[in-house]
């Protein structure tokens, strides 16, 4: 009886303290919802937009409870794509002040930015960039800036781009798993991870390629800017100039100048024609997008879908959320705005590696039925590849960013075996009861026979053969001219313009135009989907209490995180995956 009695009060104690732990969090909430509901911040004339070159760039606004917790600084493409078009069009706005940090973020996010700065700067504005160190990419980004600064004992990472593959076979084996692999494509190389210990020679080929693209594209863009030969930026990065002093840099035209923290904002003021004694007004792009208005009734929406493909949601952390295309949600989504007479088409924001094939499948079919009602355009940011390219191919236009990743036409398949790690390792026994000759198929202690294996493969090739067809259909092609660009091959957006798998080279600014150009619309404005969930909707939605822990392990494991990751949502994954063949971390 007392121990009942024990228990009933610990139940009690626990009931109470996740009450007040749940009212705490809805206070929070209530709070900030306050003050999002706060009037609109008025914009004073020579004002002076403020970009941040810090934190996780996501592609549409979010917020975690992870981030309100830890403070952690994110940024959404999506508002500073839109605070710099208002910027170039809004008269009180007279320069743009890029502060660099540590931006994570996709090289065509970073394309499209550096890109829509260049276009603010033709309006006669100003851009000033100032880093205390400026790692590769953002130096990319700042150097669309009339002047760059850097602290006096601030650096420049410049060393060129390369790329680091993290192999498991070993680890996996030591603890008695090894992992069966099915594809189609000879690039389809996702399952080298697992089976092998270095590079195949067809995916070092097509890695070569890319990084190549994308070290083409920033020293383009870096000597058209400072007025470097790349054969001087190329002899710099060998040399790790970012390592010598700081003073060189001036020397070298990477920078033009070198002033400490406090005295940046001086030189803004001076650049605008500001005195030196007056205040700084200085603008958040949060802060300028909610001065944009509707100017039309014709609207165009852009939908944004990135992060892993999948049919239902995976259980993540509450605390640290990762991105998916639920095709369930996103299919409902499309549905509505195929029903929304004020919607006159849709640009479909993809950022995706791939993911679930049966989920590609769905995204396909609802993309093709939306098509039916209104134009749809794709817009492909950091990658559209294997299911996000697959989900693409129905549209009537397709718009990529030369730095994109796409392509990846392929499938493969991975079963672990785990029956050594049960029987030799843990030593459990298995016995078996069935009523059918492959009943227990996939179960823990049991081995494929080579009956099962031949299943699973001729699955695969009948996966294969319709993602092969669903291009075809979508993109003009014979059944023999997508296999000769197929394989699982991946393509920069660059290259696949050339081969037919994009129309156009573009950003979401381009393909927004364009669907308004198949729309037939001159004035329009545009909208955004699916509407950003609030921490608290995080909240109340989350499948899987598991508190801080992810968080805690990105920041222990740090740039392994995601191959952990990638390693225990296999428990997730459905057997038959359309997805991107690597992770590449780039350095």
């Known amino acids: 009886m007392k121990d009942f009695l024990k228990n009933v009060f610990a139940t009690i104690v626990g009931l109470f303290i996740f009450g007040i732990i749940t009212l705490f969090f809805c206070f929070i909430g209530i709070i900030g919802m306050m003050t999002a509901n706060s009037s609109t911040k008025s914009i004073k004339p020579n004002s002076v937009l403020l970009l941040k070159l810090d934190g996780n760039m996501s592609e549409y606004d979010e917020t975690t409870l992870s981030d309100q917790l830890y403070g952690n600084t994110n940024v959404s493409f999506k508002t500073y794509m839109e605070a710099i078009n208002e910027a170039t069009h809004n008269d009180n706005i ?125 020293l383009n863009a870096v000597s058209g800017s400072r007025k470097i030969s790349k054969d001087s930026l190329n002899a710099y990065a060998d040399r790790l100039i970012g390592m010598e002093e700081p003073s060189k840099m001036v020397g070298y035209k990477m920078v033009d100048s070198l002033c400490y923290n406090d005295q940046i904002k001086d030189i803004v003021k001076k650049a605008i024609g500001v005195d030196k004694d007056d205040e700084l007004n200085l603008v958040t792009p949060a802060e300028l997008v909610e001065q944009k208005t509707v100017s039309s009734e014709s609207r165009i929406a852009i939908y944004y879908a990135y992060g892993d493909i999948v049919n239902d949601k995976i259980p993540q952390s509450m605390f640290a959320e990762n991105h998916q295309i639920i095709a369930k949600d996103v299919c409902r989504d499309l549905q509505d705005l195929a029903k929304d007479e004020d919607i006159e088409a849709v640009v479909i924001r993809i950022n995706s590696g791939g993911g679930d094939a049966y989920a590609s499948e769905q995204l396909w079919h609802q993309i093709a039925e939306l098509r039916k009602k209104k134009p749809v355009v794709i817009s492909m940011s950091g990658a559209a590849a294997s299911g996000g390219y697959y989900m693409s191919c129905p ?82 092609m014979s059944m023999e001219q997508v296999e000769n660009i197929a394989q699982g091959h991946v393509y920069l957006g660059a290259d696949a313009v050339k081969v037919g798998l994009v129309d156009e080279l573009g950003g979401l600014n381009k393909a927004v135009a364009k669907a308004a150009e198949l729309a037939k619309l001159k004035n329009y404005s545009t909208e955004s989907y699916p509407a950003a969930k609030s921490w608290l909707d995080n909240l109340m939605s989350v499948s899987d209490n598991s508190s801080f822990l992810d968080s805690r392990l990105e920041a222990t494991f740090g740039e392994y995180y995601t191959t952990f990751k990638l390693i225990n949502d296999m428990k997730h994954r459905d057997k038959l995956q359309a997805a991107m063949p690597y992770i590449l971390r780039i350095q």
């Open 395 to 476: 549209a009537n236009w397709i718009v990529a960013d030369p730095t994109t990743l796409t392509g990846s036409i392929g499938i493969f398949g991975l079963l672990p075996d785990q029956s050594e790690l049960m029987t030799k390792k843990l030593g459990l026994k298995f016995d078996e009861v069935k009523t059918n000759r492959n009943a227990v198929f996939g179960a823990s202690g049991h081995f494929l026979t080579e009956e099962q294996f031949n299943i699973m493969q001729t699955t695969i090739e009948n996966g294969y053969r319709l993602f092969k067809k669903r291009v075809a259909e979508g993109r003009k």
């Open 94 to 218: 007279s320069c743009i002040y890029l502060e660099s940090g540590n931006l994570n973020a996709d090289i065509a996010q970073r394309q499209e930015l550096r890109d829509a700065l260049l276009e603010f700067k033709k309006s006669g504005k100003k851009v000033i960039a100032y880093g205390e160190d400026y790692s590769l990419l953002n130096y990319y980004m700042a150097t669309a800036a009339d002047k760059i600064y850097m602290n006096p004992i601030g650096s420049i990472t410049w060393k060129g781009i390369g790329g680091e593959m993290v192999y498991v076979k070993d680890l996996l084996s030591k603890v008695g798993v090894r992992v069966v692999p099915f594809r189609m494509g000879k690039y389809k190389s996702a399952v080298e991870m697992f089976t092998e210990d270095k590079m195949s020679e067809s995916n070092r080929e097509q890695t070569e390629r890319y990084i190549h693209g994308w070290w083409d594209t920033v």
